[in-house]
């Protein structure tokens, strides 16, 4: 009878994570996604100080959460709110700058620009992934209205079949996400 009790409850949990995914990955007009970030009270703006969880609405399936890579690209992966490498916290620069702030650290046998400074998302041009947060060149990104947008306008875009973010350079079609907050991790 436990292991039934058991059973329904992790089906119901299950049902419930499952059902905000409906909306799709892609803005393309609709506030459909939009609506299902409010509904779940995730927030939608970067406020300073909190660090987040990244999930992408119509996500890989059981694989929605924004992480970084060793070289710093950004994939969708499980969702696990503990785990460094899927935090970021919306931060403001010294510049005045308003970014996200990687919140793992990188090695450097895969990212040796990345050691001993601070990751911050930035767009090189063709990529949302973590860069030096001083770098010339690149373009930060933060949280608006539930999309991941650079400063000159290009916009996460969703995935590709190996799960990697793809970007729209033009910033018309958006996917979008919510966020949830966690206690930071370091590593």
Do not use: W
């Amino acid at each position: 009878m436990k292991f039934l009790v058991l059973l329904l409850g992790a089906a119901y949990v299950s049902a419930a994570v499952v059902e905000p995914r409906r909306g799709g990955n892609r803005k393309a007009g609709s506030q459909t996604t939009s609506a299902a970030a409010a509904a779940t009270g995730a927030a939608t703006s970067g406020a300073s100080g909190s660090t987040q969880v990244f999930t992408e609405i119509g996500g890989v399936p059981g694989n929605e959460c924004l992480t970084f890579r060793n070289n710093g690209e950004i994939v969708d992966a499980a969702c696990v709110d503990t785990a460094a490498d899927r935090q970021m916290t919306p931060t403001t620069l010294s510049s005045g700058d308003a970014a996200l702030k990687v919140q793992r650290t990188f090695t450097a046998g895969f990212r040796p620009d990345l050691v001993d400074v601070d990751a911050c998302v930035g767009f090189n041009g063709t990529h949302f992934r973590a860069e030096d947060c001083t770098a010339s060149g690149i373009e930060l990104v933060t949280l608006q209205n539930g999309e991941l947008v650079a400063s000159g306008g290009a916009c996460a875009s969703g995935h590709d079949d190996a799960a990697q973010m793809t970007v729209d350079t033009q910033g018309q079609s958006c996917a979008s996400y919510t966020t949830t907050n966690v206690t930071p991790s370091t590593s």
